[in-house]
């Protein structure tokens, strides 16, 4: 089975950027449909972006054009890079997989198995 950890997160002004990454190991991470959410403090866990095993990719409307996300094979590592940051961004950032293909655009989170401990994302006004 696969093991994330998240890094990369931290404090940004709105307009900055940031790049999360997301490290595998114990199993090939590109086998694995991969998946960022994010919950802010009182609200519900959001699906943001995914890639699947056939490097296609997936992402929510709120980041579309601002987020990408990408993959290093040789370095079994996943990134978030996250442009034109906002207030609303601000939040607790996973990393998530999940065998057999990737569910419909990012998917519930239920649908996923494995999940990193998070990053802390905090953008500022």
């Known amino acids: 089975q696969v093991q994330l950890v998240e890094s990369g997160g931290g404090s940004v002004q709105a307009g900055g950027s940031l790049r999360l990454s997301c490290a595998a190991s114990?199993?090939?991470?590109?086998?694995?449909?991969i998946a960022w959410f994010r919950q802010a403090l009182g609200k519900e866990r959001e699906g943001i972006a995914r890639?699947?095993?056939?490097?296609?990719?997936d992402y929510a409307t709120s980041v579309q054009g601002r987020f990408t996300i990408s993959q290093d094979n040789a370095k079994n590592t996943l990134y978030l890079q996250m442009n034109s940051l906002k207030p609303e961004d601000t939040g607790m950032y996973y990393c998530?997989?999940?065998?057999?293909?990737?569910?419909?655009?990012?998917?519930?989170?239920?649908?996923?198995?494995?999940w990193g401990q998070g990053t802390q994302v905090t953008v500022s006004s």
């Open positions: 998530a997989a999940k065998r057999w293909g990737c569910p419909p655009g990012v998917g519930s989170g239920v649908a996923y198995r494995y």
């Open positions: 114990g199993s090939t991470a590109r086998n694995y449909c």
């Open positions: 890639i699947d095993t056939d490097d296609s990719t």
